[in-house]
């Protein structure tokens, strides 16, 4: 018997952007876009395809040449890539769909041969885990490990910032619906947030409260420079992906997620990977809608819904291969398996050339309960 996906497609409102389902596409990088971080018309056609979703949460974004880690991945800081993004939120627009840029900065994750020979920066001079494998299948990056990174001085981390404002403010001028700061999966904000790489004892580390100090005046930064309902966040509280570690992850997000509930932003973003704690922790600390992601199928993403534990549930691997995953959903259709090979890779295969139901090959298809490649706690990247 189809379970009820009723929940799934009532509307949304988040802030001023109505969404016409409660299905989102989860922020994923996918490293097809200029060496210079310009989207290219194979971008433009991919979010395009996708705009069926509720909310397109696009891959993240780097807000300074600081914040890049991996070739191919595209930036929102120069005219150039904000004319680029321009062309991508008008296509998804022209969809009567909605999408969220993700700001992405990789803080110690990058390399000097990312970096026109600079050190990457962090709250710390802490070196990610030289022994551990930092990166993922074709991932195109050094497959060397991550060098120490440098400290930011308590001027470099206001101008980092203000990195992070001026983004938002681009992003508003590209027609996206509103940003999402990427305080998860071991990049900069989460560096700030977590005990193991953020030693400070200035403005910006030792308690909890000055650790999430970085995140909270990005926040406000960028509220005040937009709109409060422009502004979301994404957690993965407790994960130890990119080799981040906290003492109390509980103490501190809980004081961060309160934090941001007082702010009024657009929605928070909270990803379990398997940690088992986070949804019925955070959840009912954050006064605002609600989106949960990882390991969602079609039954348990209606059923989280429907019983009322989230307003959103984000879809990662099962939107690269299927384009028009809110149809298949809503009409219990099996759904095409993704590639892994072709996650990192350039150019359309693997990504612009996943069909529509209509067009599959039924040897390429699994059932709808199915999650395509589960991440859990020990995935290191
Ligand atoms: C290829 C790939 C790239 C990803 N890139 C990002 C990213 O740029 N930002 C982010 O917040 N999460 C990223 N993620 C994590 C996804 O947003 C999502 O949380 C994860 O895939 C789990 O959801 P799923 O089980 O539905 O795939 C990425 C995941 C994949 C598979």
Redesign the pocket.
Known sequence: MNVDVDALFQPLQLGRTRLKNRLAM?????QRSTLDGVPTDLNVEYYRQRASAGLL????LYPSAMGRGYLF?PGLHNDAQQAGWKRVTDAVHGEGGAIFG?I?HVGRLSDPLMLDGEQPIAPSAVQPDPTARQY?INCPRPKRPYPTPRALTHAEVLGVIDDFRDCAVRAQQAGFDGV?I?A??G?LPMQFLSTNTNLRSDAWGGSVEKRCAFLLACVDAMIAATRRDFVAV?F?PGWSFHNVFDDDPVATYRYAVRELSKRGIAYL?L?D?GIGWVYETLRPLFDGPAMF????TQPTAAATVREGRADLI???????SNPDLAERFRDHQMLTR?QLET??TQGAEGYTDYPRFAGSDPEKLQSLDT?????SPTTTG
């Open positions: 989860a922020p994923m990088t996918r949460v696009s891959e993240g991945t993700q992405m993922t999402e990427h998860a999966s990049y994404k993965s973003q990803g990977y992601v990882a390991g969602f984000g879809i990662g691997q099962a939107y690269i993704p996650y990192y999650v395509p490649i589960p991440i």
